[in-house]
């Protein structure tokens, strides 16, 4: 028997980073399906810029989710101006790449904070709304960079494979509190972060709207894992029992292993590059106060 879609209509919900890209086609899609978005971008122009081509479904606030503080004050804002939260995707997210011993500590602090802490912060903001209410979902888009290791982006890798990990903690913390939670796992999507990176042998560039799609399928009818294309989930099902030589053999075999790391520094990732290092000024603020 088919499952009941939940209506999206008017609906309140949070895309972090949506600006452009996934979270910009998320946003689009969801009020294409009557939901009132609130997009939080710390390029406020590009959220601007984007809220304004989506109308009156749309509003767009300065969000940077390393400020804690100012994460928890934008929901406040969101809520006052919306009404209650009843999806929040945690979707802002940058991908620097270089070989692991080239990283800076300032990089891996903004990669953790933004990707992987702001993710926490912006979940358990979203909980502490959503349970009283005995309702909401919560998306976090990871990658399947969070499913297996990829040279070059080795410390986005750790991120990533952490909010999985913490997506599956939280789903069965939240059993019976009416609270829903999905991963998203895109592999390579065309938006500026994947700029320059080659493409996989193994699975098509997936467009920002097949991500935005997924999402909206997953809040329809809610599931937990958010294969973007859907193959990548069956190709990880493959290999997840075979020994690890023969897995690794066959990304060598693909060059699937030097997809990220043969970007790193490439002309092609420059602009987005300069773009990924003024991405988190909150987290930056004490790399830039030591020096
Ligand atoms: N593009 C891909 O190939 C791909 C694959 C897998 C997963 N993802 C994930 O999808 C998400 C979206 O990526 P995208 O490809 O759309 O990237 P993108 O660079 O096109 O868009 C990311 C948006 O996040 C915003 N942002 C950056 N730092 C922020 C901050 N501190 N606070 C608020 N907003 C901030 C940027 O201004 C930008 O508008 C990320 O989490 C990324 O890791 C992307």
Partial sequence: MAKQLRPLAGKVVVVTG???????????????????????????????RTAAELGAGAVARHLDVTDRPGFTAFLDEVEAELGPLDVLVNNAGIMPLSAVEDESDAV???????????????????????KPRGRGHIVNVASVAGKAGFPGGATYCAAKHGVVGFSEAIRLELRGTGIEVSCVMPSLVATELASGVGDSPWVRRARAEDVANAIVGALEVPRFDVFVPKVSGSIMRVLAPMPRRWREGMARA????????????????AAYEARAARSAPAADAPARAAA
């Fill in 18 to 48: 949506g600006g452009r890209g996934i979270g910009a086609a998320t946003a689009r899609a969801l009020v294409a399906r009557g939901a009132r978005v609130a997009i939080g971008d710390v390029d406020l122009e590009a959220a601007e």
């Fill in 108 to 130: 891996v602090v903004r990669q953790l904070e933004l990707n992987l802490h702001a993710v926490i912060h912006g979940s358990k903001e979203a909980i502490r709304r959503m």
């Fill in 254 to 269: 693909l060059k699937a292993d030097r997809l990220l790391l043969d970007a790193a520094g490439g002309h092609g990732r």
